[in-house]
């Protein structure tokens, strides 16, 4: 016997899931849930053919009738690649033949295209870690992917992209720092509200003075975390 086309499928169920996974995926191309809905559970929907669309997506003409009807679907090659195969022959016969998916007992996967944010930050955080020598001004943790350059003014609040307005600090203590547990009052001394690894009572400030934090803005920080603190009261 001779194989004569073989294609991948949807069943319901995982065409369901599919257009599910467009939508959450925020894809362009999805199909409308109710004409899925209103398809039978005992038939196989082919995939008639496929472009790439995008990198790592692919546009698929999904089958949706027997008059070779199809609705497109936007899906990534990974989901693409976990569909089945059916191979048909040229006696009648067929064979299926079911993928592996990504994620075992029938989990499901979410997949989105990674777009890798414009870092306005980048130079703000190189001058403020270099001022610091890439450790945190709090601890002792001197991993440059574990640090951050904190703004002390946010920059919402109208704070500069400036050294002074800025400290390093890891990650931690960014988000201590930033929702008001650890505070830095205008003389430089670090206040924990809870044991957050500080043993420093000083902060470790930069060699130059032109970089020590700005006490204005320290100000205006620690009045700004007062205020929201007073408004949860
Ligand atoms: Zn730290």
New binding site residues.
């Given amino acids: 016997m001779k194989k004569f086309e073989e294609l991948r499928f949807f069943s319901k169920p995982l065409l369901k899931e599919a257009n599910y996974a467009a939508h959450r995926e925020k894809r362009s191309k999805c199909i409308n849930p109710e004409l899925i809905e209103n398809l039978s559970l005992n038939s196989i929907y082919h995939v008639l053919k496929f472009w790439y669309h995008k990198k790592n997506e692919l546009r698929l003409f999904v089958e949706i009738n027997d008059k070779g009807e199809f609705e497109l679907l936007d899906t990534s090659i990974t989901r693409y690649e976990s569909l089945p195969i059916i191979r048909y022959f040229d006696n009648g016969k067929y064979e299926i033949d079911f993928q592996k998916r990504p994620y075992p007992n029938g989990r499901e996967w979410q997949e989105t295209e990674i777009k890798k944010p414009v870092r306005k930050q980048s130079k703000f955080r190189k001058n403020v870690l270099e001022a610091y020598s890439n450790c945190?001004?709090?601890?002792?943790?001197n991993q440059p992917s574990l640090i951050r350059a904190a703004h002390i003014l946010n920059v919402k609040d109208g704070g500069p992209d400036t050294i002074n307005n800025g400290i390093a600090?890891?990650v931690?203590?960014e988000i201590a720092f930033d929702i008001g547990i650890l505070t830095i009052t205008t003389d430089y001394k670090v206040k924990t509200k809870n044991d957050i690894?500080?043993q420093l009572q000083k902060l470790k400030l930069p060699k130059s003075k032109n970089y020590y934090p700005n006490k204005e803005y320290l100000k205006k920080k620690n009045e700004i975390i007062t205020a929201a603190n007073n408004s949860y009261k």
């Fill in positions: 945190c001004a709090v601890c002792d943790i600090l890891c931690n203590h690894g500080v």
